[in-house]
């Protein structure tokens, strides 16, 4: 089975980090900054990607977090 993507996301004034597929936020911060700091731990342990989208709900940025990617993330 996939591990589900963690979705950093604009909610209101706020900023939500949910796990694909669950309908309730792990997390609201008041900032994107906060929010993709609280995603990527999660991530780690779940072996998956973080999406991280715009204000405008497009997405800006991902970074995979698998066993697979040997890739270090220097972006956050």
Do not use: L
């Not at 591990?3 to 209101?12: A, F, I, L, T």
């Not at 990607?49 to 497009?58: A, D, F, L, S, T």
Request: aromatic fraction near 4%.
């Amino acid at each position: 089975m996939a591990n589900k993507k963690v979705w950093v996301s604009p909610s209101g004034n706020d900023w939500k980090v949910t796990k694909e597929g669950n309908s309730r936020a792990s997390v609201i911060t008041d900032t994107k900054k906060e929010a993709i700091e609280k995603a990527i731990p999660i991530a780690k342990k779940e072996h998956s990607e973080v999406i991280i989208q715009k204000k405008n709900g497009q997405i800006q940025d991902r970074d995979s977090y698998g066993n697979e990617s040997k890739a270090k993330d220097t972006k956050h």
